[in-house]
């Protein structure tokens, strides 16, 4: 089993940051010879910082640099406007460069997101997290509830999303080749700045009771749970914490085999600060109303769904399951 240590940094979850212009310039020329990218990067024009040229469809690149006249590092464009007026106005000089290994092996794997999202750079998939322990987390294996109610554990787990180890967790939606090229990509997000294209990703993240939350990620800002994602392993979905106005209004079903969901659930709603009432719709059911001239909700749950107390190291959320459907 692994351990999650906290205090994660790298950024996952990418998509290109705002150009700076003093920044190398970066362009895709799909299936270009050498002497098309070396005129695509002629077409940028002269400038003090080298521009860089990618195909996707092959993961080559080329590293060229612009200048006017015999001055390496001049850009003297003069009056006239655009590449082409540039290039003609000082007799535009067109240098290649050699490539930084990183950036090479980092076009390799953008390249790779080219041919397995069809050249979308957008991508799905669940990441199942069981397999992962939160020594800081009592009793260690959270559930989409516990996410949505523990601050701290929901800034563990996003913290888990900032890394590549999220890629090395069993999931579906994605091949072990763009796992890999994506774990490449997130290790070295400085080289991957460079090539000024977004890749979005969205993680469907699954604990290990079969509960699900949704995170998107983008490079330069922390991952983001997706609003109202939120689904207990039978697939209802789970209130997000929000305390406005009206609060949690709803109606829950859960058949005979989802006794265990239905107690977390209602101790879910108790811990948002939502009064439960017993006794009051028929079984299997949560009925949760929202008053207005109070504020406030309440729900209401069988009259033989009893809250319980726990033997330490149980789940924080089975408070109310009843003794027959205990797990022994």
């Avoid at 003090?48 to 993961?59: E, F, I, N, Q």
């Avoid at 990703?201 to 998107?216: A, P, Y």
């Avoid at 069988?302 to 027959?324: D, M, Q, T």
Wanted: charged content about 15%; overall charge positive; aromatic content about 8%.
């Amino acid at each position: 089993m692994k351990n999650r240590v906290a205090g994660a940094v790298l950024v996952f979850g990418l998509i290109a940051s705002a150009a700076n212009p003093a920044a190398a310039a970066a362009v895709q020329c799909v299936n270009c010879t050498e002497a098309q990218m070396y005129n695509a990067a002629r077409a940028l024009g002269a400038s003090t910082s080298a521009h860089l040229v990618w195909d996707p469809a092959t993961g080559n690149i080329k590293r060229y640099r612009n200048s006017c006249g015999s001055s390496p590092n001049s850009a003297e464009p003069g009056p006239a406007k655009g590449a082409t007026a540039i290039a003609t106005a000082c007799n535009l000089q067109t240098e290649e460069l050699q490539v930084a290994a990183n950036l090479a092996t980092v076009a390799a794997a953008m390249s790779e997101v080219w041919r397995q999202t069809s050249g979308t750079f957008k991508a799905d998939f669940t990441s199942n997290i069981s397999g992962i322990s939160y020594p800081s987390y009592y009793p260690g294996k959270p559930t989409a509830h516990d996410f949505l109610t523990d601050i701290s554990l929901r800034g563990d787990i996003l913290d888990l999303a900032n890394t590549p180890e999220i890629f090395s967790t069993p999931g579906t939606g994605t091949s072990g080749s763009l796992r890999n090229a994506l774990a490449t990509l997130t290790a070295d997000v400085n080289a991957y700045l460079s090539f000024k294209q977004g890749v979005y990703l969205t993680i469907k993240v699954q604990f290990h009771d079969g509960s699900k939350v949704s995170i998107k990620l983008t490079l330069g800002e922390d991952p983001q749970y997706v609003p109202n994602s939120a689904r207990d392993s039978s697939g209802h979905a789970l209130p997000d914490p929000d305390f406005g106005t009206p609060a949690y209004p709803g109606r829950w079903y859960f058949g005979p085999g989802d006794s265990h969901n239905m107690a977390e659930f209602i101790e879910y709603m108790r811990a948002l600060g939502v009064t439960i009432t017993s006794g009051t719709v028929p079984n299997g059911q949560v009925n949760c109303v929202w008053q207005p001239s109070s504020n406030t909700t309440t729900c209401f749950i069988p009259r033989r769904v009893k809250r319980v107390v726990l033997k330490r190291g149980e789940s924080a959320f089975l408070a109310s399951i009843p003794w027959r459907f205990r797990r022994r």
